[in-house]
C-alpha cells in the first residue's frame, strides 16, 4: 500500500484504502501509506457493534475544499440564500442523523483495543494464525493466503478443495468460522482454480490452547 501512495502521491491521484480486515488485528499508518482517505468498520477485528466505523481524511483533500456529494448541516454552515461554507474539519463527511449508541459502543471497543496495544495484538494474532497455518498444512489441508504479511485471515480448503467435512466438523464442536464461494472472490478463485475455502479468523481473544485444539479437530476430519 506504501507503495501505491508514493505512486498517487507523484502524479496527484486520490487514494483510498479500504482497512477492513486490517484495522483492529494490525498497526495501520496513514502516514506511512500515504493515504487520501482511509475506511474501516467496527464490526470485525475492532469488535464493535454493526453498523458503525470510520472515514480517515487527509489534511491535503481538505485544504483543496473535497466534500460529499451530498452536504447536511453537519457538514457544511448555509452562509447566504445560494452559498454555504464547508466546516475546516473532516466533520465535514458525517451525516447529522447516526446512532449514538452504537457509537459509544464502538468507542468503548476503540478504547479497549488501544488499552492493549495494536502492536501487540497484531504481534499475537501473527503467533497465533503462523500456528494454525503451519498445523493445517502438515495435516494435508491447502492453505489459500498469499503475500508477504500475512493477516490473521487464514483460508483454506480440503486436499482436493472439498468443503463439507470441515465444515461440519466445525459446527459441531461450535467453532465460529465462514465460508467464502467462488461467486463472491470471482476473479481470485479462478485464478487458484478453486470453488470455495473456508475461514478462520483467530484474534487477540483466543489462546494458543484453542488454535492446537481446532487444528486437532480438523485434523480427525480428514482421516
Not at 460529499?68 to 448541516?73: E, I, N, Q, Y
Not at 468507542?107 to 495484538?121: F, M, S, V
Not at 503462523?130 to 493445517?136: E, H
Request: with cysteine.
Amino acid at each position: 500500500m506504501e507503495g501505491v501512495g508514493k505512486i498517487c502521491r507523484e502524479y496527484g491521484i486520490l487514494y483510498l484504502v479500504d482497512a477492513c480486515q486490517s484495522v483492529g488485528q494490525m498497526v495501520v499508518d496513514v502516514e506511512k501509506i500515504n493515504c487520501d482517505f482511509l475506511t474501516a468498520t467496527g464490526r470485525k477485528f475492532m469488535r464493535g457493534p454493526r453498523g458503525t466505523g470510520f472515514l480517515y481524511v487527509s489534511d491535503k483533500v481538505l485544504e483543496q475544499n473535497y466534500a460529499p456529494l451530498l452536504l447536511d448541516m453537519r457538514g457544511a454552515k448555509w452562509s447566504e440564500f445560494d452559498d454555504y461554507e464547508l466546516f475546516d474539519s473532516a466533520k465535514r463527511f458525517e451525516h447529522w442523523e447516526l446512532s449514538y449508541a452504537s457509537l459509544l459502543g464502538f468507542t468503548e471497543a476503540l478504547q479497549y483495543a488501544n488499552a492493549i496495544g495494536l502492536d501487540a495484538i497484531e504481534k499475537y494474532n501473527k503467533n497465533l494464525s503462523q500456528t494454525l497455518r503451519n498445523n493445517l498444512q502438515n495435516s494435508g489441508f491447502k492453505i489459500w493466503d498469499i503475500g508477504k504479511n500475512l493477516s490473521s485471515i487464514v483460508t483454506f480448503s480440503g486436499p482436493k478443495g472439498d468443503l463439507e467435512d470441515i465444515q461440519k466438523v466445525l459446527k459441531e464442536n461450535n467453532i465460529f468460522f465462514s465460508v467464502t464461494y467462488k461467486n463472491s472472490a470471482l476473479i481470485d478463485f479462478t485464478r487458484k482454480n478453486i470453488n470455495g475455502i473456508v475461514r478462520l479468523s483467530p484474534h487477540y481473544f483466543n489462546t494458543r490452547a484453542e488454535i492446537e485444539t481446532v487444528s486437532e479437530l480438523l485434523k480427525q476430519s480428514l482421516l
